[in-house]
Every structure is written in C-alpha cells, then in structure tokens.
Nanobody, 127 residues
Framework: MVQLVESGGGSVQAGGSLRLSCTASGYTFNDNICIGWFRQGPGKEREAIAAIRTGTGYTDYIDSDSVKGRFTISRDSAANTLYLQMNNLQPEDTAMYYC?????????????????WGQGILVTVSS
C-alpha cells in the first residue's frame, strides 16, 4: 500500500509561486510508479494537472492553457517525493491539490487510473 502526504500549500497573492510536495511511503519510487497531481476548485470537478513515471522521469501534462507553462512536475526518487512547482499563480488556481499514484507498468498518463490518493492540501490565491 502506498501512502501519500502533501505539503507546501497555503495562501499567496496573484503572481506568486508555491512548490507543493508529496511524500510517499510504503513503496519505493521505481519504474513501476506513476504519480501525478490533481486539483479541485470550489464548485468544480477534479481535474488532472500532470503525471510522471518515477523511474524514467517521463511526464504527461494535461493539454490545457490553464496550467501550461506555469506548472512543472518533478520528482526526487531518492527522497520518494513528488513536486509541483507553480508559478504566476492566479485566483482561479485556488483549489485543493492532491497527489495520486498507481503501481503499473502501463503508460503513465494523467488519465490514470490512480489507486492511491493523498488527503489533499489547500492552495488559496488572492487577487
């Protein structure tokens, strides 16, 4: 079983940056882990942001102008930690952010499916 804990959220003004972290336990980052970031804003459906295969570093981003060029997914396999660097944050980025993982040898994409989920962390962006 993989346990995921997010950190690094908080409040920031528009134009600011945050880096979210997701630390995994119960399984070592290796080629068989696909892990990603998702978010759910107030009154909105959950949406995928990006996913990464921890062994190769292969990434898949959602094809959306809402995050393209501003958010970057990365991982530190030695630390079993996933990151999401978020730059030029805007009020519409306000959401609960979740990391999720699946142990799989299949293609790693934002479409998942993902089996293990963190509890989420709140990011609030004020104008």
């Amino acid at each position: 079983m993989v346990q995921l804990v997010e950190s690094g959220g908080g409040s920031v003004q528009a134009g600011g940056s945050l880096r979210l972290s997701c630390t995994a336990s119960g399984y070592t980052f290796n080629d068989n882990i696909c892990i990603g970031w998702f978010r759910q804003g107030p009154g909105k459906e959950r949406e995928a942001i990006a996913a990464i295969r921890t062994g190769t570093g292969y990434t898949d981003y959602i094809d959306s102008d809402s995050v393209k060029g501003r958010f970057t997914i990365s991982r530190d396999s030695a630390a079993n930690t996933l990151y999401l660097q978020m730059n030029n944050l805007q009020p519409e980025d306000t959401a609960m952010y979740y990391c999720a993982a699946v142990i799989t040898g299949a293609d790693c994409t934002t479409g998942g499916p993902f089996k293990y989920w963190g509890q989420g962390i709140l990011v609030t962006v004020s104008s």
